[in-house]
C-alpha cells in the first residue's frame, strides 16, 4: 500500500483501523531500581535520586491504538519475538476486536510483523482461520511516521515511562492504570496530515490508486 492510501484510510472513522507499533531493541522499557535509597521531599527541598542506578532487566511493550474511537490496548511482555507478537494479535481479535466485520491493521517491517509469522507459530490452517477478517498495511521504508501508534507510544512515554522503573510487576500496573485512564477519557488522536497533504508533498514519489 502506498503512503496516500494510508493517509485516506485514516480519514475514514467507519472503519475498524489498529494501529500498531512496539517499544523493542534499544528503546526497549529498562526496568531500573536505585542503587541507593532516594531522599524523601520535606518542606524545605525537593526529593533528591541518585544518578547510579540498578538494572533489572528488559521489557517489552506492545501498543494497538485504534485513534478515532480513542482506544488503546497495551501488553506488557518478556520478549517480544514472532511468538509474541501472534499472541498479541491473537488476543486482539478474539477479545477487543471479536465482532469486527473486518481489522485494518498498520504496522512497519519489522520482521516479525508479516503473515508469514502467523503460519510459523500457528500452522497455516490456523492462522488462515484467525488472520480471514485481517487486511494488513505496512508502512513504507523510512516512513513509520505514518502510523499513529507512534504518537500514542510517544504519550505513554511521557506521562508513564518517563523515570525509574524497579519491577516488571509495577510496570504492568502503572501501565494499566494509564490505558484505563485514557479509555475511559476516549483521548483520540487528530491526524491533521490530510489526503490532500500528502498529494501535494508526497504525489511525486508515490502514484494515488484513489485518483485513479
Known sequence: MGKLKQ????EQPQLQ????????????????????????????????????????????LFVAVEPK????????????GKADFVA???????GAYSKARRVHLVLDNLNT???KCFDDVLGEPAAAKLLRRVEFHHTPKHASWLNMAEIEI???????????????????????AWQQVRN?????IEWKFTRQDADQKLGRHYVSKLSC
Open 113 to 115: 510483523h508479516f503473515k
Open 69 to 80: 474511537a480513542g482506544k488503546r490496548i497495551v501488553s506488557v511482555t518478556d520478549h517480544r
Open 154 to 176: 510517544g504519550i505513554l512515554s511521557r506521562q508513564c515511562l518517563d523515570r525509574r522503573v524497579a519491577s516488571q510487576q509495577v510496570l504492568r500496573r502503572e501501565v494499566d
Open 7 to 10: 493517509v485516506a484510510l485514516v
Open 17 to 60: 483501523l489498529a494501529l500498531f507499533d512496539q517499544r523493542a531493541d534499544r528503546v526497549t522499557l529498562e526496568g531500573r531500581g536505585h542503587s541507593r535509597a532516594p531522599l524523601p521531599m520535606t518542606s524545605y527541598s525537593a526529593a533528591k535520586h541518585d544518578y547510579e542506578y540498578t538494572r533489572n532487566g528488559t521489557t517489552n
Open 88 to 94: 498479541f494479535i491473537q488476543e486482539l481479535l478474539v
Open 184 to 188: 475511559a477519557q476516549q483521548r483520540t
